[in-house]
């Protein structure tokens, strides 16, 4: 056995001026006979499994972690943000060969390449990237990525939110039909790893289909690794090498098959017949069952993880809309418990949003803040007695000071194994240290996702892949004016809300990374401090690798580089 422990910390990501959600998909291939891998297996076949089904492949309004996952599989964007092999995110040329960056750090100039085409073996073009930052700019797209470049692209904000720019104004344009020039409003160093979110669309196609984009296979154009040659809902997707690939000659992988498997067990099972070369597991059973079938077999990777998982509250809800009710509920949510009762105690409990691997600048942010980074643990040893704080709130608001009464629901992300016990597991620490009862309501990933912009819930599971190394990535998704979760979807208004936006705003004015860090620290107290979301654990995965399989790096931030991975 080979073990490789990864704690991912991407060193020197600075921001001057952005997740999973950002998705990560793992592979498969083997055939296992008796336990026992087939070493001598040429064939080159890569399968993984994953608990959730992409909502689309329209990477302007599809950005789900699993839509990203899909997508970055059969789109190439200017630049790849991929893995290397010593577990860092690095940056490498994608359909742009070349780029420029101007003295001040305010314009991008991207060489596109002449052998880059579209699967129909239409060239891609300058334009084709014009028209995609338009369109995620255009208010009545309703684009779900837009976000990413609110306040990094020149007059994207203003076109943004219709105010006085159009989208034929944003700081983006073709040169000529191979040269693309972007212009920032102000430095941003991460700008390249923020253009993952923005794989590209073609106009003409678009035009033709218009809200059928990406809905099925014959709706959609790509210029990826892969192509897409099968796709059934819940069940698999099949993916076969794009031989017009401009770097085609050197993808060794031939097919890659992803499951569906929404039960972990199951998810081992599939490892151990062989159906898949890789799995995730925190069950210490059937760890002990894959490295005693397998033996030297496999390589095991330990990952911390970058991306928290959280719960949110509507804070319109005539409850949430007190902070000190939102409060309760996270102060009384044990999370070493938790992870224990949950996930084998494998995971990392969170006390604050930003995960420990989390860097501002060349340091870690939690190194700067130091252990004041712990907010709802010290908000727990301030307030031993979170019912007594619900029912001030209760009070507070005129309502029936009687816990019992409370109304609320509670949707899962998605219908899975761990989706219902999580869920299962939170209403009875609730009902047990607050005295509510709460309904869950179970619903699939993309029926959640949709009530979420709708404003249509109570309490919902939610979670963040950050799109780049820095604690901006995590906190400006709920900036109330312009984030992913703005307060048209968390119902958060008001003066903490404003006070908010003003220190995210603030930050991305500074290069001081010290001065970044406390004001990225004000701003957490406002979000946790007040529970507007409440983090309870982010995951250190431990994945068992089939060792025929060669060349698969991972990190943190960045996905995976298919061009490397091959089967021994």
């Known amino acids: 056995m080979k073990k490789r422990i990864i704690a991912f910390i991407m060193i020197g990501v600075l921001c001057l001026g952005l997740l999973s959600g950002c998705g990560k998909d793992s592979p498969t291939g083997g055939e296992l006979k008796e336990g026992k891998t087939d070493k001598t297996k040429k064939e080159q076949v890569f399968s993984f499994s994953k608990l959730d089904e992409p909502t689309g492949l329209n990477p302007i309004l599809n950005t789900t972690a699993p839509d990203n996952g899909v997508q970055s599989m059969i789109l190439e964007t200017l630049v790849n943000y991929v893995s290397d092999e010593d577990g860092k995110g690095v940056i490498k040329p994608g359909v742009a060969e070349d780029w420029k960056i101007n003295d001040d750090g305010t314009v991008y100039t991207f060489k596109i390449r002449e052998n880059s085409v579209w699967n129909d073996n239409v060239p891609v073009t300058a334009d084709d990237f014009v028209y995609t930052f338009r369109m995620m700019a255009t208010p009545e797209v309703g684009s779900t990525n837009a976000w990413l470049f609110d306040d990094i692209i020149l007059n994207f904000t203003e076109a943004h939110y219709d105010e006085d720019k159009k989208p034929e104004d944003i700081g983006v344009k073709a040169i000529d039909k191979k040269t693309l020039e972007i212009t920032l409003t102000k430095p941003c160093t991460y700008f390249l790893e923020l253009l993952d979110g923005a794989k590209p669309i073609r106009q003409d196609k678009y035009e033709e289909w218009g809200e059928s984009y990406g809905s099925s296979l014959d709706k959609v154009v790509t210029n990826g690794i892969f192509k897409i040659k099968e796709w059934q809902p819940n069940v698999q997707m099949v993916f076969v090498k794009n031989e017009k690939y401009w770097d085609a000659e050197n993808v060794k992988l031939e097919k890659v098959n992803r499951y569906i498997v929404e039960e972990s067990a199951a998810a081992v099972q599939s490892f151990l017949t062989g159906k898949t070369d890789i799995v995730a597991t925190d069950d210490p059973d059937w760890q002990g069952e894959i490295e005693k079938q397998f033996v030297d077999k496999f390589e095991k990777i330990e990952v911390i993880d970058d991306s928290p998982e959280f719960y949110g509250f509507n804070c319109s809800n005539k409850y949430f809309k007190n902070p000190k009710i939102r409060l309760a509920f996270s102060l009384a949510v044990d999370r070493e418990k938790y992870n224990e ?199 250190k995965s431990i994945t068992y690798l089939a060792n025929y399989v060669k060349g698969y790096y991972v990190s943190s931030n960045a996905g995976l580089d298919y061009t490397k991975i091959y089967i021994e």
């Open 341 to 539: 009762d949950l996930n084998h105690g494998v995971s990392v409990p969170l006390y604050s949003l930003i995960p420990e691997v989390i860097n501002c600048g060349d340091e870690l942010y939690t190194d700067l803040i130091g252990e004041d980074s712990n907010i709802i643990k010290d908000l727990q040893k301030k307030y031993p007695d979170p019912k007594e704080f619900l029912i001030e709130g209760l009070k507070e608001e005129g309502l029936d000071p009687d816990p019992s009464k409370m109304q609320i629901k509670y949707a899962t992300r998605g219908t899975a194994e761990y989706s219902k016990k999580s869920a299962e597991w939170l209403l009875q620490e609730w009902k047990e240290k607050l005295g509510v009862t709460i309904t869950i309501d179970m619903m699939e990933w993309n029926i959640m996702w949709d009530k979420v912009e709708e404003g249509d819930y109570d309490i919902c599971t939610a979670g963040w892949g950050p799109y780049y190394n820095d604690p901006n990535a995590l906190l400006e998704i709920y900036d109330p004016i312009d984030g992913h979760f703005d307060s048209s979807k968390s119902g958060w208004t008001g003066s903490d809300a404003d006070k908010y936006h003003e220190l995210l705003e603030k930050a991305s004015m500074s290069t001081d990374n010290k001065e970044r860090a406390k004001l990225f620290f004000e701003a957490e107290n406002l979000l946790v401090g007040k529970a507007v979301i409440v983090p309870t654990y982010c995951r």
